[in-house]
C-alpha cells in the first residue's frame, strides 16, 4: 500500500522503517522547514530498543548511546530507595539505551534516507487538513499541495493536526502544576557511568543520566538532567514550547539535594543551556481511527515523561502497526492496530500521572527526614519492588522467561 505519514519524529520515523519491512511505499511529510537534531536525553526502554535492534540498528545505538546499568531511586539525602536493572545481564533480552534525542532521531532519519530514498522524507510541508473515501484518503499541506495514498498515519506529536481533525472538540491540555528545567553539561561521569538517577519526591525531583557512548570513549560524562518543580496553581499550558529558554530561580530548590556520586548544585550552574517546559499531557482518546487515518505516538497518546516511556511507547506503536498491516491490509489493519494499543498506551498515560515507578520516591519522602535516617529501617525491599513489577508489567517490558 501507499502509506503517508504526518510527521518525522522519532515515531514517524520507526513506522516509515517498519512499514517498508514489510513491503509498503511510505511517504514522510514534516511541518518543519528544517530538520535539526534538537532536544536532550531520552531513554529507550529494553522493549523498544529491541524494535531498533531488530531493524538493523544494534551497532549504531551502542556506539552513540548509553547502555543503562540501572535506574536508581534516591532521597534528596543520597539514601538508594531502590536500584533498578535495567541491563541485560539483569535478564531483559535487549538493553535499556541512554541517548540524545536529536542523535536517535538523526539515526532514524539517516537510515529512512539511505533505505527508502533520500525524498522519502519531505519537510516544509505542514499537514492542514485531510478527506477520504473507500478509495483512499488525501492529505493537504498548509502550502495548498497535497499527497494522494491509500492510508494516513498520524505522527505529528503533541499538537497533532489529524489529531485535531479526529476529535475537534477536545479540551485543553492537561497540566497540573509541574515546571519542568532541562539542560545537559560535558562533565566527569559519575557512580559507574551508566546509572541513571532520580531522587526527591513529587512535589521536588531530579533526575540524571549520561547520553553519550562517544563521550564515555573518552573518559567523560555528557550528563543530561531534569529538574521539576511542583506549584500549587495549575495554569494553561496549550502555548508550551519545549524549546524555551529557561530562568535559573529553580537552583535554590536543589541546593540542599546531597548525592555521594555527584554534585547537583555545581552541575545545575555548569549547564550553558537550560529549556523550560511544563509537564503536560492529554486525556486518552475513546479510539485512534477513523477509515483510513490513524494516529501513532505523541499524537495519539502524549503522557507525563515518566518512567521513560514516551519515544518508547511511539516505537512500540511503530512496529505493532507494520504487525497489523501485515495481516490486515487497509482500515481494517488500522483497526487491529487501534486495539492492541490504545489499551495498553490509556493505561500508561493515566499510570504515569500517579507517578509511575517513582512512587518509591513518595514513599520513602513521607518516612525519611534526613540523612542520618537508615533507610532500611524505614523501607521494605518488598514494598519498592511491587511498585516497580507492577510498571513493568503495565508499560510492557518484562524479563525474560526463566
Known sequence: ??????????????????????????????AVETLQPLGVGINLMPHASGVLRGLGLADALDEMAIRTRAIEYRTRFGHLIQSDPRSVEAGFEHPQYSIHRGELQFLLLDTVRSRLGHETVTAGKAIASFSQDDYGVRATFADGTFHDADLLIGADGFR???????????????YEGTMMWRGANLQAPFADGRTMFIAGDHNVKFVCYPISGRAAREDQALINWVAEVRHDQPRAADDADWTREGDRDFIAEFLGFRMPDIDIPALLGNTQHITQYPMIDRDPLPWWTQGRVTLL??????????????ASQAIIDAQALADALATQPGPEGLLAYEATRLPVTTNVVLNNRKSGP???????????KGPDDRIEDLITPEEVEEVAANYRQIAGFLKKAG
Open 1 to 30: 500500500m501507499k502509506i503517508a505519514i504526518a510527521g518525522a519524529g522519532i515515531g514517524g520515523l520507526t513506522a516509515a522503517l517498519c512499514l517498508h519491512e514489510k513491503g509498503h511505499e511510505v511517504r514522510v511529510f514534516e
Open 160 to 174: 497533532s493536526q489529524v489529531r485535531r481533525q479526529l476529535h475537534p472538540d477536545e479540551g485543553p491540555a492537561h
Open 297 to 310: 505516538g505523541d499524537a495519539a497518546h502524549p503522557m507525563y515523561p515518566i518512567g521513560a516511556n514516551g
Open 358 to 368: 517513582e512512587r518509591v520516591l513518595d514513599i520513602a519522602a513521607a518516612r525519611v
